[in-house]
C-alpha cells in the first residue's frame, strides 16, 4: 500500500472516529453498548475493503 493511500485511509478513520465519539458521548448509558458494536461493525467493514481483506 502506498503512503498516500495509507495516508487517506487514516484520515478517514480519524473522521470517523471522531463522529462517532460524538454520538457515544450523547448517547444514554442504555444505548452505548450498541453504539459500541455497531461502530466495530462499521470500522471493520471500512478497514477491510479499504485494505483488501474479508470482514
Not at 500500500?1 to 471522531?18: D, P, Y
Not at 444505548?31 to 455497531?38: D, F, H, M
Amino acid at each position: 500500500m502506498s503512503k498516500e493511500k495509507a495516508g487517506q485511509i487514516a484520515m478517514v478513520t480519524l473522521h470517523i472516529l471522531a463522529g462517532r465519539n460524538q454520538l457515544y458521548a450523547e448517547a444514554p448509558a442504555a444505548r452505548r453498548s450498541e453504539l459500541v458494536a455497531e461502530f466495530k461493525a462499521m470500522l471493520s467493514q471500512y478497514l477491510g475493503s479499504r485494505m483488501g481483506l474479508e470482514a
